[in-house]
């Protein structure tokens, strides 16, 4: 099975910042890669489907890169109820394993 | 508006079964593939597994750790999505989650119900 590590696994910003998560697979998956929000105790939400484009709904401060096996997470301008945990997913053979997550805390 | 909404959670003793549901509503649920994720108390996501559409032979996909004791069903006549798990074992204990696929198979699960805790312990 593919395996997707994410760094850091917990990361302290504060409001106004530049972020960037990265996504590394453990083989190539072309773009077949999405990024999810999760707050305590609520579902997982998409942010960006296919490596690179932004679910609707989201803002444009998030924004995806990558390809084959390097993969990141940018997010432009954090904002307070961006603090959360981001998961990656690849989608391109089975297991669809997820990332283990980065925390995003506030500094 | 698109609603996932699990039922079917609770306590088992190891070895035992359960049967999670998931309805759907909002969407024509019978074009989608659906899938399960679950999460341990405290850690990350894990992909559970799938079920195709009509159009694709209602074919399944499970992770390793569940293959043979979990099994995946849809029923499109009453928009539900169910999860059979027979053979429970402590480490099935989580929040389960029943997702739609967005409309391609690499577009990322786009809805996602609210959960199902299904705690395994004697």
């Known amino acids: 099975a593919i395996q997707l590590t994410q760094s850091p696994s917990s990361l302290s910003a504060s409001v106004g910042d530049r972020v960037t998560i990265t996504c590394r697979a453990s083989?190539?998956?072309?773009?077949?890669l999405a990024w999810y929000q999760q707050k305590p105790g609520k579902a997982p939400k998409l942010l960006i489907y296919a490596a690179s484009s932004l679910e609707s709904g989201v803002p444009s401060r998030f924004s995806g890169s990558g390809s084959g096996t390097d993969f990141t997470l940018t997010i432009s301008s954090l904002q307070p109820e961006d603090f959360a945990t981001y998961f990656c997913?690849?989608?391109?053979?089975?297991?669809?394993?997820f990332g283990q997550g980065t925390k995003l805390e506030i500094k | 508006e698109v609603h996932l909404v699990e039922s079917g959670g609770g306590l088992v003793q190891p070895g035992g079964s359960l049967r999670l549901s998931c309805a759907a509503s909002g969407f024509t649920f019978s074009d989608h593939y659906m899938d399960w994720v679950r999460q341990a108390p405290g850690k990350g996501l894990d992909w559970v597994g799938r079920t195709r559409n009509k159009a694709n032979n209602y074919t399944t996909e499970y992770a390793a750790s569940v293959k043979g004791r979990f099994a995946i069903s849809r029923d499109d006549s009453k928009n539900s999505l169910y999860l059979q798990m027979n053979s429970l074992k402590t480490e099935d204990t989580a929040v389960y989650y029943c997702?739609?696929?967005?409309?391609?198979?690499?577009?990322?699960?786009?809805?996602w119900g609210q959960g199902t805790l299904v705690t395994v312990s004697s």
């Open positions: 083989q190539g998956i072309s773009s077949a």
């Open positions: 997913q690849h989608f391109i053979n089975y297991p669809h394993t």
């Open positions: 997702a739609r696929v967005a409309g391609t198979t690499s577009s990322g699960l786009d809805y």
